[in-house]
């Protein structure tokens, strides 16, 4: 009897090292998860003004010079934006990660929409005109280039008004 009791402790301390052994491996793999030379390792936010003055509506686009993801944002009331790539919770202003590196950036804002104008049955309204220059809105005429670091970028982007 007491060499199976004997073989059972051998099997359950056999047993409870493979698993010691296996989170340990996982736990090693997992800590490569967050490394800071992960393709997303940098978030971006700012302002967008026009002539000086706070922009409240429109949108920004980060375009890989080399390679990645395009990144995205929104331009909120108050002329801030946080960059995006599908990562994160929407609800976190920095909750989006992008790859670091050269962007060319190009930027869209519009007048307020004409709410009885529509695209189509029940689809968004039409924009406003664009109000600020042309040359934001295309990457090959864009003069917009930004350099995203590892870590937390803070970019302000100053435009200038679309000419009358």
């Known amino acids: 009897m007491q060499d199976s009791a004997q073989r059972d402790e051998k099997d359950t301390m056999g047993t409870l090292k493979r698993g010691v052994a296996i989170a340990s491996l996982l736990a090693a793999i997992c800590v490569g998860c967050e490394r800071a030379d992960s393709p997303y390792n940098a978030t971006v936010q700012g302002t967008v003004t026009i002539n000086g003055e706070l922009a409240n509506r429109g949108s920004v686009t980060f ?16 002329g801030s934006y946080a960059l995006r790539t599908g990562q994160g919770p929407i609800g976190k202003v920095d909750g989006g990660q992008v790859h670091s590196g050269d962007y060319i950036v190009t930027v869209v804002v519009t007048e307020t929409p004409t709410a009885k104008e529509q695209i189509e049955d029940s689809g968004p309204p039409i924009p406003g005109p664009r109000i600020t220059a042309a040359k934001y809105a295309r990457k090959k005429s864009s003069d917009l280039k930004f350099k995203v670091d590892p870590g937390a970028n803070v970019i302000s982007l100053e435009l200038e008004r679309a000419s009358e």
Request: proline share 12%; no cysteine.
């Open 63 to 78: 375009h890989p010079v080399d390679s990645g993801p395009t990144a995205y944002a929104t331009i909120q009331k108050d």
